[in-house]
T-cell receptor, first 116, second 112 residues
Framework: GAVVSQHPSRVICKSGTSVKIECRSL??????MFWYRQFPKQSLMLMAT?????????EQGVEKDKFLINHASLTLSTLTVTSAHPEDSSFYIC???FGQGNTEAFFGQGTRLTVV | GNSVTQMEGPVTLSEEAFLTINCTYT??????LFWYVQYPGEGLQLLLK?????DKGSNKGFEATYRKETTSFHLEKGSVQVSDSAVYFC???????????FGTGTRLLVSP
């Protein structure tokens, strides 16, 4: 099956700094990728849809200036958490669609962000 | 609106017990339905899926049948193993929309 790689898997940063998370489709081209946030013992919350070559589409309540998304190529989307605060600590997961009708989602391994 | 409801966990079972995790959905149209599994500290893996009514998805001994009349997609396994301990997410999307809507997840704990 298709492979989506997410990096880093774990990051600790100081409050006020910015952190970039990468999501790569390794063996296919992904015009659309999705970024999710998962709180402890909770479900995934879709944050935004990343579109190659255009602006991301953010879900209601997600601050676009806080969570910057760039999808500059068909195999890479990045999520930058700007001026991170402890409340941004979470598990972030990306996915990319593949397959017939481009409807099957493949997920990255996730990134555990801890802001101290 | 469109949503997915699944039973709250944790579900605690002994090895070789029968597993059922209930999932129901509301949706307009005919969504594809999915079960994803998340092992500790990892992303989600597709476990099985069904794209139309009466389809049965199956993988690794797990099964789920797309029941349009009851809008359900319950996950079952005849004999669970300790290695099945994980969080299971039911999800749906509508054809053409590509977005997934997830249930809250159900944690399964299997003891030896």
């Amino acid at each position: 099956g298709a492979v989506v790689s997410q990096h880093p898997s774990r990051v600790i940063c100081k409050s006020g700094t910015s952190v970039k998370i990468e999501c790569r489709s390794l063996d296919f081209q992904a015009t659309t990728m999705f970024w999710y946030r998962q709180f402890p013992k909770q479900s995934l919350m879709l944050m935004a849809t990343s579109n190659e070559g255009s602006k991301a589409t953010y879900e209601q309540g997600v601050e676009k200036d806080k969570f910057l998304i760039n999808h500059a190529s068909l195999t890479l989307s990045t999520l930058t958490v700007t001026s991170a605060h402890p409340e941004d600590s979470s598990f972030y997961i990306c996915s990319a669609n593949f397959g017939q009708g481009n409807t099957e989602a493949f997920f990255g391994q996730g990134t555990r962000l801890t802001v101290v | 609106g469109n949503s997915v409801t699944q039973m709250e966990g944790p579900v605690t079972l002994s090895e070789e017990a029968f597993l059922t995790i209930n999932c129901t959905y509301t949706a307009t149209g005919y969504p594809s339905l999915f079960w994803y599994v998340q092992y500790p500290g990892e992303g989600l893996q597709l476990l099985l899926k069904a794209t139309k009514a009466d389809d049965k998805g199956s993988n690794k001994g797990f099964e789920a049948t797309y029941r349009k009349e009851t809008t359900s997609f319950h996950l079952e396994k005849g004999s669970v193993q300790v290695s099945d301990s994980a969080v299971y997410f039911c999800a749906r999307h509508n054809t053409g929309f590509q977005k997934l809507v997830f249930g809250t997840g159900t944690r399964l704990l299997v003891s030896p």
